[in-house]
């Protein structure tokens, strides 16, 4: 069954952009890094990666003839904010439960063994703001962009490969990171 039978309701701007990062390809000095901007593919409440999986849900919520999107996430989850942004765009009532947790979980980064602390994604989320412009935050995708600036630092991803770097949303987040930026 191919992903195209399923009913989609239309939420996003159409296919994400993908364009190359040179001022940070150039400062690694390794693989060129492009990125997909999932975090630009919408209008609504900063998008990113859950507002697409949210143009089936909401297609299959109205075809149901539900009134109300449920859904549940941590204090911060980005899912929950594109739930009750895409609620309102559609139209639809949003039941939110929102569990708070410790926002500062050590990234386990297991793929080559290593261990990456949080701390380390934001020295990451800062070289990606100050070679690009781009913004990432400390829980997502400063994360992943500290694996990759690690991987193409120590050419464990080798100089002739090129990265596609996804960019899956969740920059609001940095908001609650300030300290680790002063
Ligand atoms: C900003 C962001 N990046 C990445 C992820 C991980 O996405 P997935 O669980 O679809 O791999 C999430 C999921 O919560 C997210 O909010």
């Known amino acids: 069954m ?4 399923f009913e989609r309701y239309p939420l996003l701007f159409g296919p994400s952009p993908v364009h190359p990062l040179e001022r940070l390809s150039a400062h690694l000095g390794g693989a060129p890094v492009w990125a997909k901007r999932e975090d630009c593919n919408s209008g609504i409440a900063y998008g990113g ?13 109205l075809a149901k003839g539900c009134d109300t999107l449920v859904s549940i996430g941590g204090v911060q989850s980005n899912h929950t904010r594109q739930v009750a942004a895409v609620a309102a765009r559609v139209g639809l009532g949003c039941l939110l439960l929102q569990e708070s947790w410790v926002n500062w979980p050590d990234a386990v980064y297991d793929k080559v063994g290593n261990i990456l602390i949080s701390r380390l994604a934001g020295a990451d989320v800062r070289l990606a703001a100050r070679t690009e412009g781009m913004i990432t935050d400390p829980v997502y995708e400063g994360k992943s962009m500290a694996g990759l600036i690690d991987l193409i630092g120590r050419r464990e991803i080798e100089p002739a490969s090129t990265v596609l770097y996804a960019h899956l949303g969740g920059q609001p987040a940095l908001n609650a990171y300030s300290a680790l930026f002063s």
């Open 49 to 61: 990666n859950k507002t697409r999986k949210l143009e089936y849900l909401v297609a299959d919520a």
């Open 2 to 5: 191919s992903i195209g039978s």
